[in-house]
């Protein structure tokens, strides 16, 4: 990451949260990105900001808190690492390691085009970075040159998941919108369709063309130009352009820039495997050459430098050669007409086949895999349904599997969002980045918990009726009505209000030193709600004397 200039004050801020602004590292569509220091620190942070003005607007606000979920999934040395966020004065922000370097983008601004080995180096770490973020259940969606950064001590990191997409979470796109840099977009992300882990191979595919080459697959004069030959128009192979490229990793990159996502490499880890095959191909090749030199006696090598090599030479070249792949083939002849060995070949082959369907689960067994997994309890099995079974079933099949699927992968949805917002350590958005939807869920189980039943039923109500219609307010919506359903029960029951005065008592203790007003004001609501109530006298004794302190 190559630093552009010294911060003045008038430009840019001096501080951000808890950190110290040294130096403007970049700017984007979703902000800027500073180098900056803490106190207590050894090492820097690259430290991403979004400005009020955009926090201001859902998408963006959206976006930014989608690309920290993202990061905050990810642990992998060609990832970049998170290590904070929050909000400071309206600004929303969050650091991560700080890369010494520049990006891939400004590398081949300055040098056109790669050696095809460094390429096949650089794809490989990027690989690894893939196969990480698509176990996560996280897929980048906007793989370019410019979100790759490239160390000083060679390693390749990736970053910018602004518009990544996770795994069985809310879209953060209509359905048929466009996400993404038009040169290396997938034909299916062209056509607003659901990215997958494929189409992030396909990106992958147009950035080692560009390195290879210079030039991206796709170019026009418009956007919409470079988007429909992404979709219809076919490219030169990389070898047209430049000759020392291998044939096989002309081959590869044809693979992964196929428009249809079933022909590409599976995964990352396949293709990795693949570009590893390549490199160890020209290798072989080169040896193989390098050994295939004429190795003649003394005599025939005197004889062939002073007469020079005829007909009769070149004769007995050929013969020879041929008695020598004669010879070979038929040792591997004599071995494989033995009809043991045939049927011994053959029996392994049926194992091996057998083996494999059994070992790997149909799609039927996928979904009573995840089926078994929701009789339980909600909780991490649930999680483990969605991202192991559910999801791939839709991913892989969605016109047969949506009708069974979908209503278990909201049922998910569901019992994730209250999870986290049952439990704000747990969910960094808590810091400010969460949806109107949620701040608003959390405003109504804050006054349930005080004990404010009517106001949290009616707020509650409120936020089903907001959600009502709107794709983005349907998971949301679900949770009102099961936490109203929850409160209606609770309160039939009269349930104990010991425990819920006790976590206010708490509550209030924990934002004294910070906030006293608000500390009074959850003190004054214990006494008002529950100060005839002899269950919670103890209790209500102890709001009025801390009220009464100064």
Known sequence: MSTEHTVTPDEHPTRIGPYVVLELLGSGGMGNVYLCRQADA????????????????????????????????????????????????????????YVAGETLSQRLHREKRLPWREVVGIAQQLCAALRAAHDAGVIHRDLKPS??????????????????????ADKLTMAGGVVGT??????????????????????????????LTGRPPFTGATNVDILQKQRFGQFDLPGRYVSEIPSWLDTVVAQLLEKDPERRFPDAYVLSKRLQEVVQKVDLSSTEQSTTVDVEPASDAAAEKSAGPGQATLMRDLMRGEMARDAAGSLWQQWLNNTWVLLTLFALLVAGVWWMSNRRP???????????????????????????????????????????????????????LERRLLNPRSDRRQRGEA???????????????????????????????????DPEGAIPRR?????????????????????????????????????PAQSAELLRAIITLYGSDPRVAESVAEARHRLAQP
């Not at 859902?58 to 690309?67: D, P």
């Open 147 to 168: 979100n790759v950064l490239l160390g000083k001590d060679g390693v390749v990191k990736l970053t910018d998941f602004g518009i990544a997409q996770l795994f069985a």
């Open 479 to 515: 949770l009102a009505s099961k936490w109203r359903d929850d409160l209606a029960a609770q309160r039939e029951q009269g349930a104990d209000p010991g425990p819920t005065v006790k976590a206010a008592l708490e509550r209030a203790a924990e934002v004294a030193r910070t906030d």
């Open 362 to 416: 149909n799609a039927e067994q996928q979904f009573a895999a995840g089926e078994k997994l929701m009789q339980d309890e909600p909780g991490a099995g649930w999680l483990q349904a969605r991202d192991e079974y559910f999801q791939p079933l839709m991913e892989s099949d969605p016109d047969t599997w949506r009708d069974r699927v979908a209503p278990h992968l909201e049922e998910i949805a569901v019992y994730d």
């Open 42 to 97: 050894r090492e820097p942070a690259a430290v991403k900001v979004l400005p009020p003005t955009m926090a201001r607007l859902e998408g963006f606000r959206l976006r930014f808190s989608r690309e920290i979920e993202a990061l905050e999934r990810l642990s992998n040395p060609h990832i970049v690492e998170l290590l904070d966020s929050g909000e400071d004065q309206g600004t929303y922000y969050y650091a991560m390691e």
């Open 182 to 211: 038009a040169e290396y977009m997938s034909p299916e992300q062209a056509q607003g369709q659901r990215a997958t882990k494929r189409s992030d191979l396909y990106s992958l595919g147009a950035m080692l063309y560009v390195m």
């Open 435 to 469: 949806t109107e939807y949620e701040r608003q869920l959390r405003e109504a189980r804050r006054l349930w918990e005080q004990g404010q039943f009517d106001p949290a039923a009616e707020r509650l109500a409120a936020i089903e009726q907001l959600a009502a219609g």
